[in-house]
């Protein structure tokens, strides 16, 4: 995963899209539905490397927990 040229809500959705079995584009609803992706962008962007920062959400029936490393659970 190149984390330099790539935001945290891409690293979220090639997840997600990865767990369903289908392209990024095809998810519905939008990820915007679950969370705010500029809002998950900034946050786990701009964490302490020094602290371990997760954001957990719910979309659709997936439990999906976003880390600052890059690190993305889809359960």
């Known amino acids: ?3 330099t040229t790539r935001n945290p809500s891409d690293w979220v959705l090639d ?3 990865d767990e369903a079995g289908v392209d990024p584009v095809e998810l519905t609803p ?4 679950a969370v705010d992706p500029e809002a998950l ?11 371990e ?7 659709q029936e997936y439990e999906v927990v976003a880390r600052a490393d890059g690190g993305v659970d889809v359960r």
């Open 30 to 33: 939008p990820l915007a539905d």
């Open 1 to 3: 995963m190149d984390l």
């Open 15 to 17: 997840a997600i899209a």
């Open 53 to 59: 920062v997760a954001i957990r959400f719910e979309y």
């Open 41 to 51: 962008d900034a946050l786990l962007e701009r964490a302490d490397p020094d602290v």
